[in-house]
C-alpha cells in the first residue's frame, strides 16, 4: 500500500524559515512534489524534483526561496522554506509521480501558517 507522510509544518513569523518533510512508502516514484492550497484558493504547484537525476523545477513566487531535495534511499523529498512571506500560508501536500504528467498518489497535508 503507497502512502505519503508529511511532517514539519508549523507558524513561523514572516522571514523565518521552515522544512518540510515527505516519505514515501510503497513503492518509488519517478517525480515527488509539493503543491500547497491556500483558504479559498485552489491547489497549486510549488516545487518538483525527478528521481534519477534530481532536476528541480519551481513556482516563480518561491524560486529563490525554497529548495527541494531528494533521498532516494529514504524514498523522501523535503522542501526547505527561507524567507517565508504571510503569503505562503497554506496547506502543504507531497505528492508521487509514477510518470511525467499527473501527480498519482498524494499526502493528507500539513498545514504552515506564516505571520505577518
Known amino acids: 500500500q503507497v502512502q505519503l507522510v508529511e511532517s514539519g509544518g508549523g507558524l513561523v513569523q514572516a522571514g523565518g524559515s521552515l522544512r518540510l518533510s515527505c516519505v514515501a512508502s510503497?513503492?518509488?516514484?519517478?517525480?515527488m512534489g509539493w503543491f500547497r492550497q491556500a483558504p479559498g484558493k485552489e491547489r497549486e504547484f510549488v516545487a518538483a524534483?525527478?528521481?534519477?537525476?534530481?532536476?528541480?523545477y519551481y513556482a516563480d513566487s518561491v524560486k529563490g526561496r525554497f529548495t527541494i531535495s531528494r533521498d532516494n534511499a529514504k524514498n523522501s523529498a523535503d522542501l526547505q522554506m527561507n524567507s517565508l512571506k504571510p503569503e505562503d500560508t497554506a496547506v502543504y501536500y507531497c505528492?508521487?509521480?509514477?510518470?511525467?504528467?499527473?501527480?498519482?498518489?498524494w499526502g493528507q497535508g500539513t498545514q504552515v501558517t506564516v505571520s505577518s
Open positions: 524534483i525527478t528521481g534519477i537525476r534530481g532536476i528541480a
Open positions: 510503497g513503492r518509488t516514484f519517478r517525480r
Open positions: 505528492a508521487a509521480s509514477l510518470g511525467i504528467i499527473q501527480y498519482d498518489y
